[in-house]
């Protein structure tokens, strides 16, 4: 039996239209998926997720649910789980771009290990001038604490160098 209520809420939800026709679109649909699948709720379950697929896709009438139940019958789907995975499996396969070129997909950028962090801070501390990192930490830690403690000084005596608190030259107009 149709569960009418929950796939009209789904239908409204997806903005799909609702005319003189509604109806009968709703009922051929289900008749395809009833006959079609494991059993009634199936049925139901497997509607629900053609109007949500359609809303996500922003179509806006009743011939693309058709079209994607069409789809998931004719792949041979009778229950909710298959299409999940039908669908999983078709967003995991490689689309192609133009002129049948794959596309390039960037790697995720991944999470430095313990050891590379290491290995990049020795590598700092020697450009840097420092013998170890605990010198490089040390020597920065003061850097930071000096810049801290004359920042005033730094900021009072801008007008008069004609450089910022960091260094730079103030920009003058003629």
Known sequence: MINQKKIMIEWDKAGLPNN???????????DD????SDNELEANKMFILAIRKAAM???TTSMAVENIVREWLLAGLTNAQAIGDYE???????RKGRY????????KASEPTSDEIKQQNERWAKEL?????????KGTHDLLVNLRATRKE???NK???GLTAEGHQVVRRF
């Open 154 to 156: 730094r900021l009072a």
């Open 159 to 161: 007008p008069k160098s």
């Open 100 to 107: 049948g070129q794959p596309i390039k997909q960037e790697s």
């Open 33 to 36: 998926l009833s006959h079609s």
């Open 88 to 94: 999983k499996e078709s967003q995991q396969m490689q």
């Open 20 to 30: 003189n026709y509604t109806y009968g679109d709703i009922t051929s649909i289900y």
């Open 129 to 137: 001038g420092y013998e170890s990192v605990a010198a490089m930490a």
């Open 57 to 59: 896709a922003n179509s």
